[in-house]
């Protein structure tokens, strides 16, 4: 089945103590990227991929980092979690740019730091 | 910088009857993508319909049609014959036609639909 594979579902931590959030993808899409979900702010991008080991900044970067070593594979780094880092995360991935690759989302991950 | 703005934070709508939501943008470009997605309580993102402005003919999939007014910048989703499974947070994406990957999402409309 052609997925997009987040894990874990839901974290608890603590202030300080380093996470990864995995991505992976099984559709062999080029194209991948991280967001985050707050009630009244909507979805905002944090980074995302346009090739291996090509990533860029999205419109809130701050505190996290992001790895495209493989095609498959882009986890989200946060190595030194924040209670303002608390949030809904999405991963979704897509074949190309544009109207013909729209987004495909993994099930979330809901993080809270402590 | 684009932005998009949805400004009905949350609507409601019988079962059968239609409802229609609201997106505006603003951007200095001439072509790009617009994109509804819809969230149900599962949380799980779903593309709904798509359109790209440099296409004057509003995108239609089944029960689900967009106005599209590139001079007012207006991106309105119409959903008939409303049903309780399109209960959900809709929300409008805006992506440039060329150049980068980013994606700029509204704040979302829920949208729940009564018995």
């Known amino acids: 089945e052609a997925q997009v594979t987040q894990n874990p579902r839901y974290l608890i931590t603590v202030t300080g103590k380093k996470l990864t959030v995995t991505c992976s993808q099984n559709m062999n899409h080029e194209y991948m990227s991280w967001y985050r979900q707050d009630p009244g702010l909507g979805l905002r991008q944090i980074y995302y991929s346009m090739n291996v080991e090509v990533t860029d900044k999205g419109d809130v970067p701050e505190g996290y980092k992001v790895s495209r070593k493989e095609k498959r594979n882009f986890p989200l780094i946060l190595e030194s979690p924040s209670p303002n880092q608390t949030s809904l995360y999405f991963c979704?991935?897509?074949?190309?740019?544009?109207?013909?690759?729209?987004?495909?989302f993994g099930n979330g991950t809901r993080l809270t730091v402590t | 910088a684009q932005t998009v703005t949805q400004s009905q934070p949350e609507m409601s709508v019988q079962e059968a009857e239609t409802v229609t939501l609201s997106c505006t943008y603003d951007t200095s470009e001439n072509n790009y993508y617009l994109f509804w997605y819809k969230q149900p309580p599962s949380r799980q993102m779903i593309l709904v319909i798509r359109q790209e402005a440099y296409k004057q003919q509003n995108a239609t999939e089944n029960r689900f049609s967009v106005n599209f007014q590139k001079a007012a910048k207006s991106f309105s989703l119409k959903i008939s014959d409303s049903q309780l499974g399109d209960t959900a947070m809709y929300f409008c994406?805006?992506?440039?036609?060329?150049?980068?990957?980013?994606?700029?999402f509204g704040t979302g409309t829920r949208l729940k639909v009564l018995a």
């Open positions: 979704a991935s897509s074949l190309s740019r544009g109207l013909n690759s729209p987004l495909h």
């Open positions: 994406a805006f992506m440039k036609h060329e150049g980068t990957y980013k994606y700029i």
